[in-house]
């Protein structure tokens, strides 16, 4: 089975400061990695994701997150926040070999963006 | 709006009642899983469709819970004898084609059981 941590709930920043959300998974068997974000009062949308390939990928919204198989983390990143970032961002993985595609989550980081 | 559809987007019961919840997908999305999501949680697995066949289910749904998605079409939860520990976010996603492809959420069902 796999599971997921994230290991903030909470992470309040300044607008304009770097931000690190952390995510460790564990699994025995290879997994596809994802980013949700949730705003508030609407449904979950797809962020970023891995698959293969390269170990970084990126949003449109200027997020990346990095694959690291050593670590077993897929942490978040920004360099610049802004106040619209303010959501609950979730961690999820997939089985690789599972045609069913059902997702594993963490339980989520709240990031608030302050002025 | 071509999303998913959660119908009602809250519902209040009281226990021992049974309540419904409907999901519409988007409309060439075969794979449709329901989700729940309880306070300081993520999301947590329920069951899966592909087309109107119901693939897995998980031990978390007990068998006061039952899911349904005739013709392949919308979807349907039905929770029987609800108990306040169902007080939950219900989520529906669907998907089209293969499992790395994009899963869309509605907004979800919120019940809560008095």
């Known amino acids: 089975a796999q599971s997921v941590t994230q290991l903030d709930s909470q992470v309040p920043v300044f607008e304009e400061a770097p931000v690190e959300l952390r995510c460790n998974y564990s699994s025995s068997v290879s997994v596809y990695l994802f980013w949700y974000v949730q705003y508030p009062n609407q449904g979950l949308q797809l962020l970023l994701k891995?698959?293969?390939?390269?170990?970084l990928v990126e949003s449109i919204n200027g997020f990346e997150a990095e694959f690291n198989k050593s670590q077993t983390s897929f942490h978040l990143r920004k360099p610049s926040v802004h106040i619209s970032d303010t959501a609950e961002y979730f961690c999820a993985v997939s089985d690789r070999g599972s045609t069913l595609g059902r997702l594993y989550f963490g339980r989520g980081t709240q990031l608030t963006v302050w002025p | 709006d071509t999303g998913v559809s959660q119908n009602p987007r809250h519902k209040i019961t009281k226990r021992g009642q049974n309540v419904t919840f409907r999901c519409d997908p988007i409309s060439e999305h075969n794979r449709l899983y329901w989700y729940r999501q309880t306070l300081g949680q993520g999301p947590e697995f329920l069951t899966y469709?592909?087309?109107?066949?119901?693939?897995?289910k998980s031990r978390l749904l007990s068998d006061r819970f039952s899911a349904e998605r005739p013709k392949g079409s919308f979807s349907t939860l039905e929770i029987q004898r609800t108990e306040q520990g169902d007080s939950a976010m219900y989520l529906c996603?669907?998907?089209?084609?293969?499992?790395?492809?994009?899963?869309?959420f509605g907004e979800g069902s919120r019940l809560t059981v008095l």
């Open positions: 469709f592909q087309n109107e066949a119901q693939l897995e």
């Open positions: 891995y698959l293969s390939g390269s170990t």
């Open positions: 996603a669907s998907r089209q084609g293969s499992n790395t492809g994009e899963l869309f």
